[in-house]
């Protein structure tokens, strides 16, 4: 029994002089690692040499090493798809897989990824590497980020800019100054796959041309599904073929409307007032849907709009005039630094 006691007391001790000895360790400066000259090994009497030895000093860090790294690539099936083979020896499979979402949520209110990407379209993203101790590799930032889409003339670049002072709100602004922040994102449902878009479309239920009032996101069950913009609920409820139904009313009168969700979130009711983001209910296939996925539409006066033009914008607020002079300066440098990527599976 004396024994048993002893035991665990002794396995204490040991792990506290085991934790001191690790506070006390002195903290290691960052150290290259470089080859030595050749050295030539003997023994007395022996010749010629019986080998040569190329030494290697590495020298150990346990601080995060930094660096920048320009990528490039043409889609051809999907974003994820291409930024996946175009990071391939210089990034981990899981940070190419998060790049490629990072890059949606910069462009997002200006770019439904789901649907308006095409094959041919090309991208540069410039970014900050950073490399742990342990080895282990992350993307820190996107640093600046350019898309050009087939259907347009100028592509879409952002660049990140933190004002010294803490001043500007914006993370990311296009060549001009303007904040990528606009007054509506352009997806209900965050970088997902569509089903069908806006316009006629034979009715997966009842087999006939109907013309349909909206777009369609094919997504999981059970994904949030966020409102577009700052508004007020109007309405939350059941409607006919639409299922479980939210309407939200926007500052500029319009209306967005999501249908077929399985719930609601916490709060959501008529009159609530909801934050552009803020997630109002989750994906379901209630009404006239034959799986899970959301319907989305813009109403103007009562009237249902295409959502691509009934959301466009021109951009949110412009850097203050006092930070301006330093965003044109990294704004040089990142468009350079994006020019000279090279493009991978491009004829250029």
Not at 146 to 155: D, E, I, M, Q, V
Not at 159 to 178: C, E, L, N, R, V
Not at 252 to 271: E, Q, T
């Amino acid at each position: 029994m004396k024994q048993a006691r002893v035991r665990p007391l002794g396995y204490a001790i040991v792990a506290t002089l085991g934790a001191v000895a690790i506070w006390l360790t002195p903290t290691l400066d960052r150290r290259q690692v470089f080859a030595m000259d050749p050295v030539v090994v003997t023994r007395p009497g022996l010749e010629p040499a019986d080998f040569l030895l190329s030494p290697l000093v590495v020298e150990a860090t346990n601080k995060d090493l930094v660096d920048t790294l320009a990528i490039a690539g043409v889609i051809q099936s999907s974003l994820y798809n291409a930024l996946n083979e175009s990071g391939v020896g210089v990034l981990p499979p899981s940070a190419r897989h998060q790049l490629a979402w990072s890059l949606a949520d910069i462009f997002e209110y200006k770019v439904d990824m789901s649907r308006d990407l095409t094959q041919g379209d090309k991208f540069h993203i410039l970014v900050e590497r950073l490399q742990k101790p342990n080895g282990a590799i992350i993307v820190n930032k996107i640093l600046g980020a350019r898309l050009a889409l087939s259907n347009s003339h100028n592509p879409l670049e952002a660049i990140h800019f933190d004002a010294p002072d803490g001043g500007s709100s914006a993370q990311y602004y296009d060549a001009s100054g303007m904040s990528l922040r606009a007054a509506f994102l352009r997806a209900p449902v965050a970088f997902r796959r569509i089903s069908s878009v806006f316009g006629a479309r034979k009715h997966p239920i009842f087999g006939e041309w109907r013309n349909h009032t909206g777009t369609d996101y094919a997504a999981p069950m059970g994904t949030p599904v966020r409102a577009i913009g700052d508004g007020v609920v109007i309405f939350a409820g059941t409607k006919g073929g639409y299922g479980n139904m939210i309407d939200i009313r926007h500052r500029n009168g319009m209306v967005s409307r999501y249908g077929h969700m399985r719930n609601f979130a916490k709060g959501i009711k008529r009159g609530t007032h909801v934050a552009m983001g803020s997630t109002i209910g989750f994906v379901g296939m209630t009404g006239w849907a034959t799986g899970p996925h959301l319907h989305f539409e813009i109403r103007v006066d009562g009237v249902a709009r295409n959502p691509k033009l009934a959301l466009q914008s021109r951009g949110g607020e412009p850097i203050p005039a006092n930070e301006r002079a330093l965003f044109q300066r990294m704004r040089n440098q990142t468009l350079a630094s994006l020019s000279e990527a090279h493009v991978a599976n491009s004829d250029e």
